[in-house]
């Protein structure tokens, strides 16, 4: 059974954390041990169709986690309250049919999925095998399908998605929080770029990501600071374009 491992909140998510919908009030994050709900390679329904998304369930008993390929109980640490975001590790695997680059996106399961060029949450290479940290806005009771509150998209080919969950974002409370800092990048004129977010002053990175505005280059590498006091993403160009802006993120506590 999935262990709890911190309750602690993230103050003011700023919507460029997550995509598409907006969360600009301050959360409670609480973290958890990171926990498998979905790995398309073990589920029945297999791979995601290029250009077509699938719902998952974000929490659930190991019964509920099989279906999409998951094999232990990742239950909901609030589990009267229903998250409004998850912070998650989404892995991109190649699959049999898969023929070539794409892209993977996460968004809300009750909203459209964002229009092409935006909203990237994984790039990859063709036959890379390649992850990201990422928040990710879920929908929430009332609005959500029965299959689940997150939604992925596999754009341009076929492709296996594993998703690990390390947090849930609910929320206000009164109780003091967490902090998720941003910093913006961009290139021109390079095949490669690396980024960072720094934590303020006094804390330390517990996790981060990142986020690309073009789906042409590929995340390389996601990782924290050897000091502690940051996140860094690094990224590739796929060769279509040596441009790229985006967002560098870091969630920042004070650690004793």
């Known amino acids: 059974m999935n262990k709890f491992a911190l309750l602690a909140p993230a103050a003011f998510l700023a919507a460029a954390h997550f995509s598409p919908a907006q969360a600009q009030d301050e959360l409670i994050y609480v973290a958890v041990e990171p926990c498998r ?8 329904v297999g791979v995601i169709m290029a250009n077509t998304s699938r719902n998952f369930l974000i929490a659930g008993t190991a019964e509920d986690m099989a279906v999409q390929g998951g094999v232990v109980d990742c239950l909901n640490p609030k589990g009267d309250v229903s998250p409004v975001a998850i912070s998650a590790y989404i892995l991109a695997v190649p699959a049999d049919s898969s023929t070539s680059q794409g892209v993977l996106t996460a968004y809300p399961s009750d909203l459209p999925p964002p229009p092409s060029g935006s909203g990237s949450t994984v790039n ?8 990201n940290t990422t928040n990710v806005t879920v929908c929430v009771d009332g609005s959500c399908p029965s299959d689940g509150e997150l939604a992925i998209l596999a754009r341009r080919t076929d492709e296996h998605v594993v998703i690990d969950v390390q947090g849930y974002f609910y929320p206000p409370t009164l109780i003091p929080g967490y902090e998720i800092v941003q910093a913006a990048f961009a290139t021109a004129g390079s095949n490669t770029l690396t980024a960072e977010a720094i934590c303020p002053a006094g804390k330390k990175v517990l996790g981060g990501g990142g986020s690309l505005a073009v789906s042409s280059w590929f995340l390389d590498g996601s990782y924290p600071r050897p000091d502690g006091l940051g996140w860094r993403v690094r990224y590739k160009t796929s060769g279509a374009t ?7 993120w870091a969630v920042c506590a004070k650690v004793n």
């Open 37 to 44: 709900i979905a790995d398309t390679r073990k589920s029945a």
């Open 242 to 248: 040596f441009s790229a802006t985006g967002v560098a």
């Open 124 to 131: 990859f290479a063709k036959d890379q095998i390649i992850g």
